[in-house]
């Protein structure tokens, strides 16, 4: 008998795409075989190179996606997409969104696009998305990008599953880069003032290299010692300056592995990973307990006063089979 | 030396506001003497009758709770109010908000009223109300009244934490009961339709049974199994109807003491705190590990690929001291 989930993962490194989509489907959905999923994974990850790509609603995200796509399919590298939408709850729009999307890339064995929406739980993103990530990673895809509009936390979120990131912005949109939050000068390792060739152009690009400036000011040092953060232009519907980025991304990865930033990025990041996993275990050990009449003697004497529901939930926690 | 903690419990029950109103605080800021005054609160815990009051903006909450409270006092019981707003993230408001509620009752001693803001983290309500519920109980309070607004989940979590939960409405808000969510038809004991003064109280009444008549249907049994849900009007502006809300107050308290649900409910609200006091425990154990060599060398080889991250938060969890 073929093991399922070994089958699967197999056919996905085979290039089958509709294996890919049914692995990330079992991250999305949380099913029960993610733990053996994700264990026969692990062996194939870690070689992808992972970029993350965010900036306001219409800064054109989804046309520089595909224009990278692009440049990287030109050097023969193959890439997968994973277009993250924090504000859908439903994977409806989502679903629509890579048709879209597909067009350009639809008949290309080389790139696998895929939605994924949040569904609106909390940590979904900062949960689902690395696990993601490590399924393109283990499918032998070269280039992963994560793109995701910038609202809220996403942005910090997609930062933090990226080896680097771009963040995109337009001319004239409000006050230009004052209207971005400062805090997109924290997480951009490449900044992309993208249809460039539109009015405000220069001025939007000359205040984000004052804006990065100002923020470096106070800790240089030596210049290997941190990146300093590019800024490019670019008119992706054109494909103007798209070789530019591609090329600043290796130059960033470069430096990444150089200085072992890569490596403590990584790290990091599994660090985060192993962390929600252990408390969604636990999480789920209390959950069971529920209607146990360990918990129900427990709760019967902090309704009598006879202790306190600190006592109680350190009882609680100490019969935790582990 | 004087135990600060056991001296700020036993002035608390000597009917001291400041006392009652630093222990209050001690939850709303989650500070770290809160075990100690938890368990120190315990053993005077579980005598006051606990009354939860829901309904939309504008439904007159803060006025009908006035009135309840000079209901209360004329039959010689001292009351606790805890006004929880769930959409302010800010105690300023609240803070505001007590003095213009505390007019009437300002020089009460019997009556002591106290605004909390759900500071926006989540689950901050359903933390902190059960505590601050068990400070005006264990301070002597006979009565706990519990106000807020109902805006999405935070009508459910009052309802969780009260004996009995009233559901106020007003005639003519947009479509009236309709326009009022299917789920205070679930967690409404008594049903009040204030201002019962204006056009459309006889249709807003009229609907509200019907509504209640149609949901108790399918399950009826003898009398005294089920509660059948009462639909009061009031004026609570004049005082009128308060008499008859408190009255039947007092017989949802019997009938919940009578058919043994009253010692159910508690169990259940004692049940829900000691697995979210278990969960913040074990959440703080987990965070402790950042920066641990234990968790670095498990991500470490989550990079590499040569472990799987849930084997790796399996041996996180079991490495845990409970």
Request: glycine share 10%; net charge negative; charged share 25%.
């Amino acid at each position: 008998m073929v093991d399922p989930v070994s089958d699967l993962v197999s056919r996905a490194r085979d290039g089958q795409a509709r294996a890919v989509a049914r692995l990330i489907s079992y991250v999305e959905d949380t099913s029960p075989l993610l733990r053996e999923v994700t264990a026969a994974l692990a062996p194939y990850a870690g070689r992808a190179q992972v970029i993350g790509i965010t900036g306001a609603p219409g800064v054109g995200k989804s046309t520089s996606t595909s224009a990278l796509v692009s440049e990287y399919r030109s050097r023969d590298l193959r890439v997968g997409v994973l277009a993250v939408d924090p504000s859908s709850p439903f994977s409806g729009g989502a679903l629509l969104g890579d048709r879209v999307r597909m067009q350009e890339h639809a008949t290309d064995p080389g790139v696998f696009i895929r939605s994924m929406a949040s569904r609106g739980h909390l940590g979904g993103l900062a949960w689902a998305t690395p696990q993601a990530v490590r399924v393109l990673d283990a499918a032998g895809f070269d280039v992963v990008i994560v793109e995701t509009v910038g609202v809220g936390q996403s942005e910090v979120e997609v930062a933090g599953a990226a080896d680097t990131t771009l963040v995109l912005l337009a001319p004239g949109m409000g006050d230009g880069v004052q209207s971005a939050k400062a805090g997109i000068l924290e997480i951009g390792d490449i900044f992309v003032v993208n249809k460039a060739d539109r009015d405000g152009a220069e001025a939007t690009l000359r205040e984000l290299r004052h804006m990065i400036a100002l923020g470096a000011g106070p800790r240089s040092g030596r210049s290997d010692d941190r990146w300093s953060p590019q800024v490019l232009r670019t008119v992706a519907a054109r494909g103007e300056g798209i070789t530019d980025v591609v090329d600043a991304i290796a130059d960033h990865h470069d430096w990444l592995a150089r200085t072992g930033m890569l490596a403590e990025r990584r790290r990091g990041r599994a660090a985060s990973e192993i962390e929600a996993i252990a408390f969604a275990t636990l999480r789920a050990r209390i959950g069971d307990l529920r209607g146990d009449v360990r918990l129900d003697a427990l709760a019967s004497r902090v309704v009598t006063g006879d202790l306190d529901p600190y006592s109680a939930a350190d009882t609680l926690v100490s019969g935790l089979s582990l």
